[in-house]
Each structure stands twice: as structure tokens, then as C-alpha cells.
């Protein structure tokens, strides 16, 4: 028998972050975006729950606890709930530590995870995005060329979360025709930041440019050593967890929707009971619940180590699809008060349309 079920570690997990994110998220989120800056507090009191140290190695300062890109998704879309923006900014450090962690040498568990386990914030970040026209996470435009003992890369990175304050970025390249990724410490000889990017969405995460001039890399710092890395299932996991991002937000737009409509009165009778808006918010609950189901079963089959390659795909393009459009109808069941910032759903609406153009900047 098929079972959609947490397990009593889960549910335990899932109630505590639902508890950060209603207490420490919601309340601020507004302030954050109209300030379009996080406070230090935010990210100090996220580092308590322990995101990124939990499932990293007991020998690098970490937890110990076993990988499970499930637990991961659930975690996201309860930190999503709460705020989209909030919830990436927390999770970033994630996108750099659970890569060296999975597929990273011995060598570079050793150097770059200890830090990222420490009692203070510590932040490095995943750089995929690019800015050229419908670019494709699995054909960059940057590349990583052999030269002697080192690699050198070249091109454009955006979109790159904490990109103000990351200590280490690991850069997908293309090399040879082939994805590989790179471990670049922020004052590298070449490397130009431009931080902080203004954005439709997540306004108050600090996201950057990246520009590579000639950066060389050693061959130590190739994600993986020698061996290489398996690109691809790295961007798998960053598609999942951007899916379940916007799952919690859409969730938030529903939640949001269903007593507003219930309370506002229009000739006569709450507009709930209308069938336009009653069809249309079951709609939006059925989206809500698809989306989840087609995100657990792709970090199901992460979690078992199956190619997930097709689902993480399909999870996230529906997750795009069905979360932008929620999020547009949310501003429709609002009507007026839906472009009003005294009400979070304008806010939610630019955040998922700026989730729905960019890739990697979240991971399970």
C-alpha cells in the first residue's frame, strides 16, 4: 500500500519549523521587503534550528542525521509558508554544504563544512543562474577551460543568494561540453561581485552577480576532486526544493484567501458563497495538494538514489505553473485590496513570479 504519510520525526520536524516560521517570519516579512534587507537577527536565530549542521557529518561538526531530501522538501514549504523570501535566505548556506557533503572529497568535507557547522552564522552560496535569454541550468555559458595544474572560468553568474556576505561560491561551469562545478572563495583573483541585485521579488534577499575574468581554480577545488561530480543531480535537487518553496507559498495564498473571502461582503452575502470564488479557491486548494504530492515523489526518489532527473522536472514546472497561478488569483479573490500592501498578497505574487524564472537558489 502506497502511503503519503510523515513519519513522527517528520511531523515533529515539520511542527517546529512551522513554529519558527510563524513566529519569527511572518511578523517581519513585510518589514523586510519594503526595507529589501534581512536583519543579522533573522539569520541567528535560523542558524539555532540547525537547517544546514543536521544532516551533515558528526566529522565535520555537523549532526549526523541521514540525508533526506524529503524531510528537506516538508521543512522548505513550512519555511515557505511563512515567507518565500525569509525562507530562502535561510536555507542558502544548504546550497553549497549539502553539494560538498553529497559529492565533495574527502578533502573538501574536511575544509569547507566544519565552518558551515559552527555556533554563528556562516554563509556560501550555489551560482547557477546566468543572464542570457531562457537560459538552461544544464547548459551554462560559463566554462571551466584545463589550463596546466588549474581550471580557469569564465562569464557571468546571477542571481546568486548572499552573495553580499558568502564567504565560498561553487560555480557551475561547463567544461568540455560537460557540467562541472567549481569551489571559488569570494576574494579570487578575477572575480568581480556586484551585490545587491534589485529584483521584482524576494526584494530583501541579498542576491548577486558574479563575474569570472580569467578565474583560476586549483584542481583540489573541483567539486569532487579527481572524480567529478554528478552535476545534473545536484540541479535535480535545487529544482526540488525550489518546487517546494513554492508550495509553501501558494499554501500561504490559499490560507490567506479562504477567510478573507469569508468575511468580505458583497451584495449581501460573503463572496465565499459565491461560485466564481468558491470553484476557484477549491481549485486552488487541489493545486495545492498536487504540487506537494509530485514534490515528495521526486525526493523520494532522490532519497533512494534513483535518476529523479524527470520528476524534479515535472515537479518544478508545475510548481512554477500552479503557484503563479494561485498567486494571481489570490490578488483576483481580493479584487482591490489585492494591490494594497496592507495585505501580503501582492508581495507573495511578485515573489512567485521571481521564483518562477530562476533556478538554484534552494535545495532539499
Request: with cysteine.
Amino acid at each position: 500500500m502506497i502511503s503519503f504519510a510523515m513519519t513522527d520525526e517528520q511531523e515533529s520536524v515539520r511542527d517546529a519549523v512551522r513554529d519558527f516560521a510563524a513566529s519569527a517570519m511572518r511578523p517581519r516579512a513585510r518589514e523586510c521587503d519594503e526595507a529589501a534587507v534581512i536583519p543579522d537577527a533573522f539569520f541567528a536565530s535560523a542558524w539555532e534550528l540547525g537547517l544546514t549542521a543536521t544532516q551533515l557529518p558528526e566529522g565535520c561538526g555537523g549532526y549526523g542525521a541521514a540525508r533526506s531530501p524529503v524531510t528537506n522538501a516538508i521543512v522548505l514549504e513550512e519555511l515557505a509558508y511563512g515567507d518565500a523570501t525569509l525562507a530562502v535566505a535561510a536555507a542558502a548556506p544548504s546550497l553549497f554544504a549539502y553539494a560538498i557533503a553529497d559529492q565533495g572529497s574527502e578533502e573538501q568535507r574536511r575544509t569547507y563544512l566544519p565552518p558551515l557547522c559552527g555556533e554563528r552564522f556562516a554563509a556560501a552560496s550555489l551560482a547557477v543562474a546566468e543572464p542570457v535569454p531562457a537560459f538552461d541550468a544544464f547548459a551554462p555559458r560559463t566554462t571551466a577551460v584545463r589550463r596546466g595544474a588549474a581550471f580557469v572560468l569564465a562569464g557571468t553568474k546571477c542571481f546568486v543568494p548572499l552573495a553580499d556576505r558568502a564567504s565560498h561560491f561553487l560555480v557551475v561551469a561547463s567544461r568540455e561540453g560537460q557540467l562541472d562545478a567549481f569551489i571559488v572563495p569570494r576574494d579570487a583573483p578575477g572575480l568581480t561581485i556586484t551585490a545587491p541585485e534589485k529584483n521584482l521579488g524576494l526584494k530583501a534577499l541579498a542576491t548577486g552577480t558574479l563575474s569570472f575574468d580569467d578565474v583560476e581554480v586549483r584542481d583540489a577545488d573541483r567539486l569532487g576532486g579527481a572524480a567529478g561530480a554528478n552535476v545534473p543531480r545536484l540541479l535535480d535537487h535545487c529544482r526540488v526544493g525550489g518546487a517546494a518553496v513554492l508550495n509553501g507559498l501558494a499554501r500561504a495564498v490559499l490560507d490567506y484567501c479562504v477567510p478573507y473571502a469569508k468575511e468580505r461582503v458583497a451584495f449581501g452575502e460573503a463572496i465565499a458563497r459565491k461560485q466564481s470564488i468558491a470553484f476557484r479557491l477549491a481549485e486552488m486548494h487541489m493545486e495545492v495538494e498536487s504540487m506537494r504530492w509530485m514534490i515528495w515523489k521526486a525526493a523520494g526518489e532522490l532519497e533512494r538514489g534513483l535518476d529523479a532527473t524527470r520528476s524534479a522536472h515535472l515537479a518544478r514546472s508545475y510548481a512554477v505553473e500552479q503557484a503563479m497561478w494561485i498567486a494571481d488569483h489570490g490578488v483576483q479573490v481580493l479584487g482591490g485590496h489585492g494591490f494594497i500592501r496592507e495585505h501580503p498578497v501582492e508581495m507573495w505574487y511578485r515573489n512567485a513570479r521571481t521564483l518562477g524564472v530562476v533556478e538554484g537558489i534552494v535545495t532539499v
